[in-house]
């Protein structure tokens, strides 16, 4: 349609900003805007979009720089600590869904092959909408954003599993011995996990050290060694994705990893665009109609299914049913992967193109559904809550508030523990105050308790944070937690925990966190004795210092 890539893109990025517009305007996922622009500018619809390789290529990069940033926040600690329960959700979901999946297909009617292919790409969920809309949230660092990772993460290393497995069955006419083949795989994974560990060891500290006084040359070398990483791990089998996180974990111990987060976020989001766009872009609509049952009763399978066996695995496992229910949530949906499956299938001559158009129809509703579900997972968790009990035991006790040396009485609570939080709890701690901290991290509970502060897992979202029993034992309540902007109907958990205090006979003292003019205007209605100003107070105890210094 245009003579020039560039008039091609101007004209989709000009499109985009307007339906990003008008979606946020009507307080809709920036996500699900961007894929409908991927379906309007797409061959289904105005045809605009020519140069697809072009828009791989941005995308590519884009999920690159996202699950970089990710890698940079993991802690191998963590990794361990979430790995048992990781790997026993990732292959329990893998199962459910292959197993399930493949004899709803055999009952609707699907020969046995087409019906494998269905299931198989029903197993998939997107890595990459999962972590941009906790990353959007600010739940990466929680522990069902932690364990979710940790899931997807294994099923990844299954989607390989699957393929050598298919390969060597004749479906794909590869390998001949299966036993070759694994071998082949775990050889090239133990060489590039020997690399990165080498790196981490002798080179990331070094070299950033070098690289820190030109922001240029940081910015670009970490963007090169996220893509070249990426690159490597898709030659030798496994994903992209796999290969980015291992390039952002590489640097993830350094003293340099906040800086190049910062550094590379709004570039991140910006390629991300591209992503979706691109995902919207190769839903062709045609066909669809229908197939609107079948992909309806499987869009419920998998937005109810992988939840349900997720929270049964984590419940038996000794979590939750909030932790269960929220990680349960980031699996409610299949991936762009299940859309490239079906596609070579197609290819190959092993299914028709019906198939195809089934699952990017379930991919279609179940992206879009999942999306909302997770924004509003707290929201989803009260409503259901009553409902979910059953599937935990009857002591959680790998989240109890019992564990550990838990202050009974404390005079000061601080919920969430980041960079100001922290420095609050220690000031106080040293003054000898009976001081306790809560916060939904449990690396940061373990770094503080250890610093000896008395402090216990929570997040200000969980409901039975109120059936916390030192909470209205405290003389004061200090939330460092920023208020964040809400989709749709997500409630606001500081209004609730406030509300809550006060309506279970709290007497002592609530003080709250702004740190924006929007923060205050939210806070207004608030039941809260004080609203700190983090950036103005500072701002004003500086001030403060230096007229004591010129007046000396």
Not at 38 to 54: A, D, F, M, N
Request: proline share 3%.
């Amino acid at each position: 349609m245009f003579e020039s890539v560039f008039y091609e893109v101007s004209i989709l990025l000009f499109v985009a900003a307007i339906i990003g517009f008008l979606g946020m305007l009507l307080r809709q996922p920036l996500i699900v805007s961007f894929i409908l622009v991927g379906i309007l500018v797409g061959p289904s619809v105005l045809g605009i979009t020519r140069s697809s390789e072009h828009m791989e290529l941005l995308a590519s990069l884009g999920v690159s720089l996202l699950l970089f940033i990710v890698g940079l926040k993991l802690d191998l600690k963590l990794i361990r600590m979430t790995g048992r329960v990781a790997l026993m959700t990732g292959l329990g979901q893998v199962v459910f869904t292959s197993l399930v999946g493949y004899w709803i297909c055999l009952w609707m009617g699907f020969s046995p092959l087409a019906s494998l292919y269905i299931a198989i790409a029903l197993t998939f969920s997107s890595t990459i909408i999962i972590v941009k809309l906790l990353s959007d949230k600010g739940e990466m660092e929680t522990l069902h954003g932690r364990i979710a990772l940790g899931f997807l993460i294994v099923q990844d290393i299954v989607v390989v599993l699957m393929m050598i497995g298919l390969s060597t069955s004749g479906l794909f006419g590869g390998e001949s011995n299966i036993w070759l083949a694994l071998v082949e795989v775990a050889v090239k994974g133990v060489l590039f996990l020997a690399v990165v560990a080498l790196f981490i060891r002798y080179v990331a500290e070094r070299l950033l050290r070098l690289l820190a006084p030109r922001q240029e040359m940081t910015l670009l070398f970490v963007v090169a060694w996220a893509a070249i990483l990426a690159s490597a791990t898709d030659m030798f089998g496994f994903s992209k994705e796999l290969g980015a996180l291992l390039a952002g974990v590489s640097f993830a111990s350094t003293s340099y990893r906040d800086i190049l987060a910062s550094r590379l976020t709004s570039l991140r989001d910006f390629l991300l665009l591209f992503f979706f766009i691109n995902l919207g872009a190769h839903i062709h609509l045609a066909g669809m109609g229908a197939q609107v049952f079948q992909a309806t009763l499987l869009s419920l399978f998998v937005l109810i299914g992988n939840p349900f066996i997720v929270l049964v695995i984590m419940g038996m496992m000794g979590y939750t049913s909030r932790t269960g229910f929220l990680a349960g949530l980031t699996v409610a949906q299949i991936s762009e992967f299940s859309l490239v499956f079906v596609a070579l299938g197609l290819s190959l001559g092993h299914i028709d193109s019906d198939v195809v158009s089934l699952v990017t129809l379930v991919g279609l509703l179940t992206i879009g559904i999942s999306t909302y579900m997770i924004l509003n997972s707290h929201l989803l968790y009260s409503r259901l809550s009553p409902f979910l009990a059953p599937f935990e035991r009857k002591r959680a006790y790998r989240e109890s508030h019992e564990e550990g040396a838990i202050e009974k009485h404390p005079e000061i609570i601080v919920i969430g523990l980041g960079r100001y939080g922290r420095h609050i709890a220690l000031k106080f701690h040293r003054t000898g105050k009976k001081v306790m901290g809560i916060d939904y991290d449990p690396h940061v509970v373990r770094e503080i308790t250890r610093l000896g502060v008395s402090s216990c897992f929570g997040d200000i979202h969980d409901p039975g944070l109120l059936s916390f029993s030192p909470l209205l034992r405290a003389s004061c309540i200090l939330v460092t937690i920023p208020a964040l902007s809400g989709y749709l109907i997500d409630p606001d958990p500081h209004m609730t925990l406030c509300r809550g205090l006060r309506e279970a006979g709290f007497s002592g003292k609530l003080v709250l966190t702004a740190r924006s003019v929007a923060d205050l205007e939210r806070f207004k209605h608030v039941p809260a004795d004080m609203i700190l100003y983090p950036y103005e107070d500072a701002a004003e105890h500086a001030c403060e210092r230096i007229q004591v210094l010129l007046a000396s």
